[in-house]
């Protein structure tokens, strides 16, 4: 053994040698490029501390900056058939499946439903993750749906969404088509029942999410900068042959157009969500506070 070759040398090239930053530390914002140090970035629910920009936030990070002292419980969604047509293309589905499961922290499709106190009040929320095969609604979303829908009826509680998705999930075909029926029915009933549903459109709402439950709200607020609409701007700047109004789909775009009733950011998500539940569910209340002050 060359104990300079194999002991001495090695330990002198650790010391002289340039240290990488570990990945895990930095993120390069997507529309200001200024570097964020990831705790702060976290600690911010992912809004970059710079310029503002809301980036996609997954549901079980939301959750806890939503509810009363960050405390919720988990719904698991109803079991559905995995690969209902024995879908393949690049690869199987089912295949996919698994690995869009095995990245996301114990979820087992693209929606989380939970419930808990929310300005001591109970509230069933049901939120969208685009970091599973980008949102996408097959049968599991749809049923996930139907059971926040009965939750909210049972328990008397407000629904509220959280939308971000690219829509139906082609591997589901016709399967996928029928929970845009399905979920507008499971709408309706909670509506029927005198429960408020208010949708929060975030980046991106599209295709057949925004063509269903999305769209319901009693009240439709939107995350800053979000993208929302049905087909995508370059798809519809071919069909129509037009140049596009600058903004065209974004949340501000909307809100000037009537689309959506206000534009939130992230940190006062829950304040307002709190407020517009106590003014649909205690309307009298609210009014006799007012007139006092």
Known sequence: MNWLTNFVRPKLRALVARKETPETLWLKCPKCEQMLFMRDWEANQEVCTHCGHHMRIRPLKRLPYLFDEGKYELHPLPRVPADPLKFRDTERYDARLKKAQAKAEGATDALTVASGLMGNRMTVLAALDFGFMGGSMGTAVGE?????????????????VFSASGGARMQEGILSLMQLTRTTIAVRRVKEAGLPYIVVLTDPTTGGV?????????????????IIGFAGPRVIQDTIRQELPEGFQRSEYLLE??????????????????????LLMDPLVVANATANT
């Open 144 to 160: 996930g749906l139907v059971m926040a829908s009965e939750l909210a009826v049972a328990r008397k509680a407000p629904l509220i």
């Open 210 to 226: 925004s063509a269903s439950f999305a769209m319901l709200g009693d009240i439709h607020l939107a995350e800053p900068d979000a």
């Open 257 to 278: 157009h009537g689309m959506v009733d206000a534009v939130v950011h992230r940190h006062k998500l829950r304040e307002t969500l709190i407020r517009m539940v106590s």
